[in-house]
């Protein structure tokens, strides 16, 4: 019976494990080069507690996972998340009580041009999910991609997009209810990348 309700949590955790490598053979590492301006290598670029501002045009990272609550995505989703912390980088927003509910994971990046820069991550996403061709989004952030489709072999519909903000790149990736449509999945997607956009 548990291995029954673990399942779909396991699939959902390769889904976005799969889709993050993706994104960052895309676009390459998130670590600030030597010579970037108001940067220097192995400093942490995360912006502190007592800052009011992010910081975009100097090139440092914004940890997203620090800036949308609980609240947010769980109105988005429609139901109850708690926010976790993803071993090597950014978070997942599930239902501890139900592991068929819908979930999502976030991540942030600092965009690498010599990467490929924004289409590098777009990329590396859209070689994931099969399904329809993505898209970008206009008015969202400074630039945005959507995409969604099945992914390794499965049935269940789910949603990848970035978007970019500054040097800034946030990736989400949803996992929704059992047998949600495309239509809906897609528009969830464009939601919370709209919802991180006002919030970086």
């Not at 991540?107 to 965009?111: A, E, G, P, Q, T």
């Not at 059992?178 to 969830?188: D, E, L």
């Given at each position: 019976?548990?291995?029954?309700?673990?399942?779909?949590?396991?699939?959902?955790?390769?889904?976005?494990?799969?889709?993050?490598?993706?994104?960052?053979?895309g676009c390459g590492s998130d670590e600030p080069k030597a010579d970037s301006p108001g940067t220097s290598a192995g400093t942490d670029q995360t912006p502190g507690p007592a800052s009011d501002e992010t910081d975009t045009a100097s090139g440092g990272l914004i940890d997203?996972?620090?800036?949308?609550?609980?609240?947010?995505?769980?109105?988005?989703?429609?139901?109850?998340?708690?926010?976790?912390?993803?071993?090597?980088?950014?978070?997942?927003?599930?239902?501890?009580?139900?592991?068929?509910?819908?979930?999502?994971?976030l991540?942030?990046?600092?965009?690498d041009e010599g990467a490929g820069g924004f289409e590098g991550s777009v990329a590396g996403i859209s070689g994931v999910l099969q399904g329809d061709a993505g898209s970008p989004l206009d008015g969202v952030g400074d630039q945005a991609y959507v995409k969604t489709g099945t992914f390794g072999g499965g049935e269940t519909v789910r949603g990848s997009g970035l978007v970019r903000v500054g040097t800034n790149v946030f990736q989400v990736d949803l996992s929704p209810d059992?047998?949600?449509?495309?239509?809906?999945?897609?528009?969830?997607v464009v939601d919370i990348l709209t919802l991180i956009s006002t919030k970086a």
């Open positions: 019976m548990r291995i029954r309700r673990t399942l779909p949590r396991l699939a959902a955790t390769a889904f976005v494990g799969v889709l993050a490598l993706g994104a960052l053979t997203i996972c620090t800036l949308v609550t609980e609240a947010e995505i769980s109105d988005l989703l429609g139901g109850p998340v708690t926010s976790e912390e993803i071993p090597g980088g950014g978070c997942n927003f599930s239902n501890e009580d139900d592991p068929r509910a819908a979930s999502v994971s991540n942030s990046s600092v965009l059992p047998g949600t449509n495309a239509t809906k999945v897609r528009s969830t």
